[in-house]
């Protein structure tokens, strides 16, 4: 449709004339008060005009060369020019013209132009913008996630919301991995929840699991964990988180390899259920919920705390037993006292679970300090209450950038797919359309309306 060179050709005068024209209403002069931020700001406000100048010349030059094929010309009737529309890009508002079309075989109506270059109908955002709004909305307020937009033509907070709403939860699998399965001796499975506050009803869990494979060191004060996967749900029943942890299992690590596999956390009825899916899994108490229910039966005694710990290293059940029920039988009034039997009931109910922290491969844990970064920091840590889907569809988010995805490219396979989908359905309907017409035309028995068991059993055909 565009002749080679023909773009390249009116854009680079336009180029020139829009540098030559607008260099010096964009840029201040550079004095002793001119600093690099200044100067970047300036440079970067220049660059997304002159693209949006740019993008739209190039929309005109391919409807105008639609308009003027011959192809065109043959099959398709004008029905109104210069048609405007709008378009918030990455860039800014994009706004040009384009022309409205019927065709003469099937009076089907289109905007070529839009259709040449994959623009969908009724699209407001670029897909582009679409992915920087939501990487930004995955981190910050709604409103904040506007404020980094300031050129590009949205103002509403509802906007956002609508952006992430109409993305979809993205589940937990989106981003792939790979088929080579990884011969690992020792995969570390972590779980900890969020509680996050809900616009309706009480509260709800964010739930979140992550897989490891241990730590490697990245200076002498920072390590960080190998391989990390991350899951999450709010809405998901527990069965189905576990069901995708396990199939992450399944497709990443060699079986014939894999030794141990440590689930580790509060021992949660939720967390301890993935021992039901996670074959082989030994569930291991963390460290921190152990601390805190030590601290929670010794009170502000020091001694009686260093002793209990005493009795946890040395693997001393009965000893820990029979000190929880002194402490108890001590304790200075009921409200003490059920302080102190809670803390020793969880903690002789999770003993075995405690002394696998001793175990040779066994690294620890860190969930508490996880969920804080991955959930937490956006979802609960600032006053803020959620939808039941606005909750599920922002942690989906948040793992997804976690787990590394590119959110430009789901949103480009997205919609690759949906386009798909709408072409098999409009040819499954041309299909049935020219399935009806055959038995109307073609079928005797249809053409002479006369009523029998075969007439019915092929009426009922031709409305399929």
């Not at 005068?13 to 964009?26: A, G, H, L, R």
Request: charged fraction near 30%.
């Amino acid at each position: 449709i565009i002749k080679e060179g023909t773009i390249l050709m009116d854009i680079i005068p336009q180029i020139v004339d829009f540098i030559i024209t607008n260099w010096e209403s964009i840029f201040s002069p550079v004095d002793e008060s001119t600093t690099f931020l200044d100067l970047v700001q300036e440079i970067h406000e220049f660059a997304s005009k002159l693209g949006c100048s740019t993008a739209e010349r190039i929309l005109q030059i391919v409807d105008e060369e639609i308009y003027n094929h011959s192809n065109r010309k043959n099959n398709w009737y004008v029905v109104r020019k210069n048609d405007k529309r709008t378009i918030s890009t990455i860039m800014g508002e994009v706004t040009y013209t384009r022309t409205y079309y019927r065709n003469k075989k099937d009076n089907a109506y289109a905007y070529l132009c839009d259709e040449w270059l994959g623009i969908p109908k009724h699209e407001r955002t670029d897909l582009t913008l679409k992915a920087a709004i939501l990487r930004k909305a995955a981190d910050m307020s709604y409103q904040k996630t506007i404020d980094s937009f300031p050129h590009v033509g949205i103002t509403s907070k509802t906007t956002v919301m609508n952006i992430i709403r109409r993305v979809g939860l993205i589940e937990n699998d989106a981003v792939p991995v790979s088929t080579e399965k990884r011969p690992v001796k020792t995969v570390y499975i972590e779980a900890d929840e969020d509680h996050l506050a809900m616009q309706h009803g009480e509260g709800k869990l964010g739930k979140m699991v992550y897989v490891h494979e241990g730590l490697e060191v990245v200076s002498r004060k920072r390590k960080k964990l190998i391989e990390t996967r991350y899951f999450t749900g709010v809405n998901k029943s527990n069965d189905e988180l576990w069901l995708q942890v396990a199939d992450y299992l399944d497709k990443v690590y060699d079986e014939n390899s894999l030794a141990r596999i440590y689930l580790s956390g509060d021992g949660a009825v939720w967390i301890r259920e993935g021992l039901k899916w996670i074959r082989g899994a030994e569930f291991v108490l963390d460290g921190y919920h152990l601390s805190k229910y030590i601290t929670q039966a010794a009170g502000s005694d020091k001694d009686t705390e260093r002793e209990l710990r005493e009795y946890i290293a040395k693997n001393f059940k009965k000893e820990a037993a029979k000190l929880f029920r002194v402490l108890s039988e001590k304790a200075e009034d009921e409200k003490a006292r059920e302080r102190i039997r809670s803390a020793g009931s969880y903690i002789l109910r999770h003993w075995e679970a405690i002394q696998r922290q001793k175990e040779a491969d066994y690294i620890g844990c860190s969930a508490e300090s996880h969920v804080s970064h991955v959930l937490a920091a956006r979802m609960s840590s600032r006053p803020m209450a959620w939808s039941a889907v606005g909750a599920e569809h922002m942690a989906g988010l948040r793992t997804f950038i976690f787990n590394g995805g590119n959110m430009t490219n789901y949103l480009k396979e997205k919609d690759k797919n949906v386009k798909k989908g709408l072409r098999l359905a409009k040819l499954e309907n041309k299909m049935k359309k020219r399935m009806k017409e055959w038995c109307q035309v073609s079928l005797p028995v249809i053409a002479n309306g006369k009523v029998s068991p075969t007439y019915i059993w092929l009426k009922g055909i031709s409305s399929i």
